[in-house]
């Protein structure tokens, strides 16, 4: 199992940026997938649950109606389109497969997760 995070980048507070989850090794549009992050100095954060149609979604009440999850099976890839970013948005961002179907707070609730990419908001 792979799962390798891009797209993030420096970006200035109320602008966007999108990034991308390639997934391999596993049957992709089986699995529910999450966003989840990582402050400097904080701990682990969910950000938003996606189901294996990408039917039923889920978000962090801290980025509801700023971020949106999505999926394209066919590419085995997932997607977090972020916009009217904050400076509290800056973290390492991850996906992660969860062990049943929901995420959250904790690296004991996946099996797999990337290596992550960074999101810095700042002007």
């Known amino acids: 199992v792979q799962l390798v995070e891009s797209g993030g980048g420096l970006v200035q507070p109320g602008g966007s940026l999108r990034l991308s989850c390639a997934a391999s090794g596993f049957t992709f549009s089986s699995k529910y997938m999450s966003w989840v992050r990582q402050a400097p100095g904080k701990g682990l954060e969910w950000v938003a649950d996606?189901?294996?149609?990408?039917?039923?979604?889920y978000y962090a009440d801290s980025v509801k109606g700023r971020f949106t999850i999505s999926r394209d099976n066919a590419r085995n890839t997932l997607y977090l389109q972020m916009n009217s970013v904050k400076s509290e948005d800056t973290a390492l961002y991850y996906c992660a497969r969860p062990k049943r179907s929901r995420g959250g707070s904790s690296w004991l609730l996946y099996d797999y997760w990337g290596q992550g990419t960074q999101v810095t908001v700042s002007s």
């Open positions: 996606i189901n294996s149609r990408g039917e039923i979604i």
